[in-house]
């Protein structure tokens, strides 16, 4: 009888255990980041070493941004090691700047139309894509480097009805002007928080696609197509006269007609095929 209760009593415990779930849960965000599971935009090689330094939680996704560390080390070439990164980050006398605001983590995620400013060498860039879909650093001058450029991503009434916009980099503005709307471009001043213009999304505007196959390339908006309960088609027509076609929520407008507010890359967002690279290449070498 006694063991009979016991088999019975081991039984009970077992499913218990069962039924409580795997013993292995995740506690809290990942901290780690295989190299090889590092995003293609951020250009590491295979044998670098295991891991690669993943991005903090901030203002950008983590497949969407460049850790402030690979910058510095993969991009500018400025320090070789973490250790020379955070010689250079903490050193008190404010060396880097991200949208004029002094940054000490060295796993600061840096995204799309960032202003990354070094104080001691004076060089200011931007972050954007190529036609690759690769992050570049893009070369800028001071004055261009007050401001960035911000697309809005939400806009709603919240608590007391105070109207507010929600932009690319999270940040939350309250108070905007009635007439800018999602989808739209505001030019934001870096020294003053406040925006000081904007530009619609419509037909014959500049833009710049920050997602999907044809990411980097710049273009005109030339036609909007709507699709109830799926996702809006807007075809774009770039500098050479191809024209594209990609989801609305990839478009990224630069400015007011065909001048751009900013400085692009250089290549001017213009995607090129193999042989009209070699043609390109050919009048290059022919011209020297």
């Keep these: 009888m006694c063991i009979r209760d016991r088999s019975t009593w081991g039984s009970q415990i077992k499913q218990n255990n069962k039924s409580r779930g795997p013993k292995n849960m995740a506690r809290g965000p990942k901290k780690h980041l295989k190299r090889i599971a590092a995003p293609k935009s951020w250009m590491l090689s295979k044998v670098g070493g295991v891991y690669a330094t ?3 939680q901030g203002p950008h996704k983590l497949r969407e941004s460049l850790p402030l560390s690979i910058v ?3 991009r500018l ?5 973490g250790r020379e990164v955070t010689m250079i980050v903490m050193d008190k006398e404010n060396q880097i700047k991200i949208d004029g605001k ?3 983590d060295t796993r600061f995620p840096c995204g799309l139309m960032d202003v990354i400013n070094i104080e001691k060498t004076g060089e200011r860039y931007r972050i954007l894509y190529d036609t690759k879909g690769r992050f570049i650093l893009r070369n800028i001058k001071k004055e261009e480097a007050n401001f960035k450029l911000c697309k809005i991503v939400k806009k709603q009434v919240g608590p007391n009805k105070i109207p507010y916009i929600v932009t690319h980099d999270a940040r939350t503005i309250r108070f905007p002007h009635p007439d800018i709307h999602v989808n739209d471009t505001v030019k934001l001043d870096l020294n003053t928080h406040k925006i000081v213009d904007w530009c619609h999304f419509e037909n014959g505007n500049i833009c710049q696609i920050v997602g999907g196959n044809n990411i980097g390339r710049v273009g005109i908006i030339t036609h909007r197509e709507r699709h109830l309960g799926g996702f809006d088609i807007v075809h774009v027509k770039d500098a050479n006269g191809k024209d594209f076609a990609t989801r609305i929520g990839n478009i990224f407008v630069l400015g007011k007609g065909k001048k751009s507010w900013i400085t692009l890359p250089q290549d001017q967002g213009l995607w090129l095929t193999n042989l009209e690279k070699f043609k390109q290449h050919e009048v ?4 020297e």
């Design 54 to 56: 993943r991005s903090s």
């Design 72 to 74: 510095l080390r993969k």
């Design 77 to 81: 070439t400025y320090a070789l090691n």
């Design 102 to 104: 002094v940054r000490r």
């Design 284 to 287: 290059g070498t022919k011209a």
